[in-house]
């Protein structure tokens, strides 16, 4: 009994003791809480900065009861539905493929740009651009991007696809060869493969700057048809376009002017002349070009049917002309020194440039 009045009093004491501290005030309460709040905001910016942002979702999805993995995705994939390697690279890098079938899955389910191209005139014409939607068996189903001579894309037409690189084995894959199976009016076509994959250039052709453009004179003329008369549209036709610049050197945005030139084809800026034919994609035109030859120091005549492959306008009445090769025609002898005025004189300025005003 003695004893238990002795807890009693020893407890009651210390009970007595913190029941006496004074009340805390509210200012010191609110520092408090808003030095807890930082030092949590410190924490979570640790802890973000150490793993990153997926990581740290990673990790924290991973301590859910489902174990979700958000590297790996959602589980597995439905039956039936197209899966992807694994050690396909995302965004913009290579993918890295192992077999026809991750080709294909990763093809249609980034709904790839593919390039569809028909061989003419010995060389590669673009008929389309289309994005991939669905594998049959050896037929691929594409849907059109931009069709650019459908005429090209008849049933049978045999055709080069070319898709963004993946590797495979350490090599290079972007294309195959095929045959257009079938072409639907809702924008829809077939391509039957009839080959491996396998790596096909891009471009054909290097093209090459224009640096100093009095090195380089064009005159452009639209055909109505294919019954042409060349010997009647030299002597009395106006060019629909016309690149003739006598002083004009460096790149001028504003200028009409040769960008680029290769075996296979021209680009250029031009304005088409007042009351001039316009010129549309997929137009055949009769090309009349000069080029400068520094070591005869005289301008070598080159006359080229064509066909336009791209136009777009550009403001200020200028337009943007891509035209392909398609063959060279013979030269009337007769217009070979007079296809431009001053050809002669031009040369010679070009030969010795110290004569120059």
Not at 249 to 264: C, R
Request: glycine share 6%; proline share 4%.
């Amino acid at each position: 009994m003695i004893q238990s009045k002795v807890d009693s009093r020893f407890l009651g004491t210390i009970q007595d003791t913190f029941h006496g501290l004074p009340p805390m005030p509210d200012e010191v309460r609110t520092f408090f809480m808003v030095l807890s709040a930082v030092v949590l905001v410190l924490l979570f910016a640790y802890w973000l900065r150490k793993y990153g942002v997926k990581k740290f979702l990673s990790v924290l999805l991973k301590k859910t009861p489902w174990g979700v993995d958000a590297e790996e995705g959602e589980g597995k994939p439905e039956k039936g539905s197209a899966r992807v390697s694994r050690n396909a690279a995302p965004g913009n890098g290579v993918w890295k493929v192992t077999s026809d079938e991750d080709i294909l899955n990763k093809l249609v389910m980034s709904r790839a740009q593919v390039d569809v191209l028909v061989e003419r005139s010995g060389q590669r014409s673009l008929a389309a651009v289309v994005n991939a939607a669905g594998v049959e068996s050896l037929d691929v189903v594409v849907t059109f991007k931009d069709l650019v001579s459908e005429d090209l894309l008849a049933p049978g037409a045999q055709v080069k696809c070319i898709f963004p690189e993946m590797m495979r084995d350490k090599k290079k894959v972007n294309a195959f060869v095929g045959q257009v199976k079938s072409k639907s009016e809702e924008k829809g076509m077939v391509i039957t493969r009839r080959s491996s994959f396998g790596f096909i250039k891009r471009r054909v052709f290097a093209r090459r700057k224009v640096a100093d453009q009095r090195y380089i004179k064009v005159k452009i003329w639209r055909l109505e048809a294919e019954d042409y008369d060349v010997d009647y549209i030299l002597d009395s036709s106006e060019p629909d376009v016309l690149i003739d610049n006598r002083k004009f050197k460096t790149p001028n945005p504003s200028a009409e002017q040769v960008l680029d030139i290769s075996k296979g084809g021209i680009a250029l800026t031009a304005v088409v002349r007042e009351g001039g034919n316009a010129i549309s994609r997929n137009d055949k035109v009769i090309l009349c070009m000069l080029i400068y030859q520094p070591k005869r120091q005289t301008f070598q005549p080159h006359l080229i049917y064509a066909e336009v492959r791209a136009a777009k306008a550009m403001g200020r009445g200028m337009t943007r002309l891509s035209f392909q090769f398609l063959r060279s025609l013979k030269i009337p002898p007769r217009k070979r020194s007079s296809l431009f005025k001053g050809q002669a004189v031009m040369a010679m300025s070009l030969a010795h440039p110290e004569h120059e005003n």
